[in-house]
């Protein structure tokens, strides 16, 4: 039961060749490019809600900021895919895998760092100081400022990989319990499959949630330094 | 068994069985080749199913099955031992 836990999140392997690299690039086959004016109905539907997102969540940028809107948009349309498709039965989800969500977090938040650092030094180094702090704090909250900083890339990749494995794992561990139980009381297994349908409800939530979350802190990172 | 039409330029379903073989040899393994097979099959799917005017679910919940059969292949080792059988 142990090994069988975690065997569900190993990277892939077919015939002792690693498929990881088809699985990453297998959402970009899910959207085609819009060729026309008017398209087909799947094209059309994946037009408009990325028009919707990408209104709601770029109108506080100023117009240094709105370059990055395609960065932001790829982003999230990465990971609510990779998060979807990780709900069908036997999938893998990358990013269920530290690595790569630090590589996805460090260089986002760095170039949003490095961005305010170098245009707007002096704003950008004022953030480390609340205004308003007494005197006599102010060493103790600038180092406790820079730490949060330097802890913002960790954060946003930890926080993901924890909500998509932690949810994986939960599925995994009721769907087992249903399975077990209905041999011993199938009242007991009923009650457990409700739960199972809920939480699986709940993970639709979360893989598009997380999508958001992680979309959204980037731009707010964005929005400080520009 | 002469050919009116070159055996190079006939599709699969026209080909004789005796000349399988040498169509089969015939064709373009280099990877130039097989890109342009998957992007030729790519298309075909894609305009017969996803680029109509009313297009259905059908479209894409039949890539998304293929993607979990697909999906099913690396984890049948670990599977075996879980079906209902007295003897694994």
């Known amino acids: 039961?142990?090994?069988?836990?975690?065997?569900?999140?190993?990277?892939?392997?077919?015939?002792?060749?690693?498929?990881?690299?088809?699985?990453?690039?297998?959402?970009?086959?899910?959207?085609?490019?819009p060729g026309r004016l008017i398209n087909n109905r799947l094209t059309s539907i994946q037009q408009w809600l990325i028009q919707l997102t990408s209104?709601?969540?770029?109108?506080?940028?100023?117009?240094?900021?709105?370059?990055?809107?395609?960065m932001l948009m790829s982003l999230i349309m990465f990971i609510g895919s990779t998060n979807l498709l990780g709900l069908l039965p036997h999938s893998f989800t990358p990013t269920t895998q530290l690595s790569m969500n630090l590589g996805m977090a460090i260089p986002l938040w760095a170039g949003t760092?490095?961005?305010?650092?170098?245009?707007?030094?002096k704003a950008s180094l004022a953030h480390f100081l609340p205004q308003g702090t007494p005197f006599p704090l102010i060493p103790m909250l600038v180092i406790i400022e820079s730490i949060s900083l330097l802890i913002?890339?960790?954060?946003?990749?930890?926080?993901?990989?924890?909500?998509?494995t932690a949810g994986h794992l939960l599925i995994h561990l009721i769907g087992g319990a249903t399975l077990a139980l209905i041999n011993i009381s199938a009242i007991t297994a009923l009650i457990t499959f409700i739960i199972l349908t809920l939480?699986?409800?709940?993970?639709?939530?979360?893989?598009?949630?997380?999508?958001?979350?992680?979309?959204?802190l980037v731009s707010?990172?964005?929005?400080d330094n520009t | 068994m002469a050919s009116v039409v070159p055996l190079k330029?006939?599709?699969?379903?026209?080909?004789?069985?005796?000349?399988?073989?040498?169509?089969?040899?015939?064709?373009?393994?280099?990877?130039?080749?097989?890109?342009?097979?998957?992007?030729?099959?790519?298309?075909?799917?894609?305009?017969?199913?996803?680029?109509?005017?009313?297009?259905?679910v059908a479209g894409i919940s039949m890539v998304l099955?293929?993607?979990?059969?697909?999906?099913?292949?690396?984890?049948?080792?670990?599977?075996?031992?879980?079906?209902?059988?007295?003897?694994?």
Not at chain 1, 220 to 223: E, G, K, P, T, V
Request: charged letters at 20%; glycine letters at 4%; a positive charge.
């Open chain 1, 113 to 121: 760092v490095a961005m305010g650092l170098r245009t707007k030094t």
């Open chain 1, 1 to 33: 039961m142990n090994e069988n836990l975690f065997t569900s999140f190993t990277s892939p392997t077919m015939m002792g060749l690693p498929i990881v690299t088809l699985i990453i690039l297998f959402p970009s086959m899910l959207f085609p490019s």
């Open chain 1, 199 to 216: 939480l699986t409800v709940l993970e639709f939530a979360v893989a598009l949630i997380q999508a958001y979350v992680f979309t959204l």
């Open chain 2, 9 to 56: 330029e006939k599709k699969l379903m026209d080909v004789k069985l005796g000349e399988l073989p040498s169509w089969i040899l015939m064709r373009d393994f280099t990877p130039k080749g097989i890109a342009g097979a998957f992007q030729r099959d790519y298309y075909r799917y894609y305009n017969k199913y996803v680029n109509v005017k009313k297009g259905g």
């Open chain 1, 55 to 70: 209104k709601q969540m770029m109108l506080i940028h100023n117009h240094k900021g709105q370059t990055w809107t395609l």
């Open chain 2, 65 to 88: 099955a293929a993607y979990v059969l697909f999906n099913y292949c690396p984890c049948y080792k670990e599977l075996k031992h879980e079906r209902l059988r007295k003897y694994h």
């Open chain 1, 152 to 164: 913002q890339p960790m954060a946003l990749a930890v926080r993901l990989t924890a909500n998509i």
């Open chain 1, 220 to 223: 707010l990172y964005l929005h």
